[in-house]
């Protein structure tokens, strides 16, 4: 079983910064991806930026230049620093990570979610 533990969210101006952090726990052999998606009411969730064990990134279009993912293997943690925010990145964020536990299986698990309200 792997658990999933966010924080990081909350409500910030428009332009503002906030980091959401993503530990992973439990019986991990490796971590492979990590990921952070989000959805908005009433809207589909869609991938805001991944990250693999290599350290290759991609994010959606909307927020590159603005969102950096980071990872830590040695705490097991996905990062997603989200700087010039807009009303627009008001979201529920969710992250997911993916790899192998010690008794060989794979998992795939995602975070309880954390929410992200940009307004003034």
């Known amino acids: 079983q792997v658990q999933l533990e966010e924080s990081g969210g909350g409500l910030v101006q428009p332009g503002g910064s906030l980091r959401l952090s993503c530990a992973a726990s439990?019986?991990?052999?490796?971590?492979?991806?990590m990921a952070w998606y989000r959805q908005a009411p009433g809207k589909q969730r869609e991938l805001v930026a991944a990250i693999t064990s290599g350290g290759s990134t991609n994010y959606r279009d909307s927020v590159k230049g603005r969102f950096t993912i980071s990872r830590d293997n040695a705490k097991n943690t996905v990062y997603l620093q989200m700087n010039s925010l807009k009303p627009e990145d008001t979201a529920v964020y969710r992250c997911?990570?993916?790899?192998?536990?010690?008794?060989?299986?794979?998992?795939?698990?995602w975070g309880q979610g954390t929410q992200v309200t940009v307004s003034s």
């Open positions: 997911n990570v993916d790899g192998a536990l010690v008794d060989g299986r794979a998992f795939g698990s």
């Open positions: 439990g019986s991990i052999l490796s971590i492979y991806g």
